[in-house]
């Protein structure tokens, strides 16, 4: 996934990678229907979309990108003016995870029934994500840096949602927005070579944490120009954001799946 949450996993890995593996970048929607028409045979894909099609789909439980509580980069923010008679609630198309988390929690944390919603494309700035609908639906980089802004005490009156915060309030679990998976017919016939490859993975995913200094070189050398501090990526790499597969993930693909599906 091209956004910066994925930064520890896929920090170098073009590198590390096995000669035969092609590389492909995209938004997680992207990548869930690649993966769907076979034109990719691994992927980090949606949460909920692997629920969906578990059936086709080997789940590889090794890494995740999760939340115990507060993520900073899903969140839903509304203006006061905001009236659900009038105005539908606004969802990017670029996360699947995310938008059916927010309708979870707006049904049953709000007892917001009769909401509608709206996919839109395109998010480039949170004006124009409030001019017409009153509200948004944030992910990723814009969402963080909405935070970042907010926190300085831009966007006075807004009201904000962290998702992964109301999920962990309502359920105790943490949140998966997406996982690992491969092609079925693939995984049977590369098991072992899978396996090695995800433990390799793993290895590098939790050293780019411990020693992150590169990934903020990367980062800042490639953005121009940087839209996050040093200190926010950090934060948001090693506090906010939960990068393992436990038994407590488990539990919780298994409430998300219960849930989802009421």
Request: net charge negative.
């Amino acid at each position: 996934m091209s956004f910066l949450n994925t930064l520890p996993m896929r920090y170098n890995i073009e590198s590390t990678m096995p000669k035969c593996f092609k590389h492909h970048y995209d938004v997680p929607t992207g990548l869930n229907t690649a993966l769907l028409q076979g034109d990719l045979d691994i992927s980090l894909v949606s949460t909920a979309v692997y629920l969906q099609n578990k059936d086709q789909w080997q789940l590889l439980p090794s890494l995740s990108i999760s939340s115990y509580g507060p993520v900073h980069s899903v969140l839903w923010i509304r203006q006061k003016s905001f009236d659900p008679t009038k105005h539908a609630v606004q969802c990017p198309d670029s996360s699947a995870s995310s938008e059916a988390l927010l309708r979870y929690i707006l049904t049953h944390h709000y007892d917001a029934h009769s909401l509608r919603y709206e996919t839109v494309s395109h998010q480039k700035s949170v004006s124009q994500c409030l001019k017409y609908a009153h509200n948004a639906l944030l992910i990723g980089d814009i969402a963080l840096k909405f935070y970042a802004e907010w926190q300085a005490g831009d966007y006075e009156g807004l009201e904000v949602l962290d998702l992964a915060s109301a999920w962990h309030n309502l359920t105790g679990h943490p949140f998966l927005f997406g996982v690992w998976c491969a092609r079925k017919p693939f995984w049977q016939a590369n098991q072992r070579f899978i396996e090695a490859w995800m433990n390799d993975l793993v290895k590098q995913t939790f050293a780019n944490l411990a020693s992150p200094q590169a990934m903020y070189t990367a980062y800042f050398e490639k953005a121009k120009p940087p839209m996050f501090s040093e200190e926010l990526l950090s934060e948001y790499w090693c506090k906010h954001l939960d990068y393992s597969f436990t038994a407590a993930h488990h539990n919780a693909l298994a409430t998300i799946e219960t849930c989802f599906k009421r």
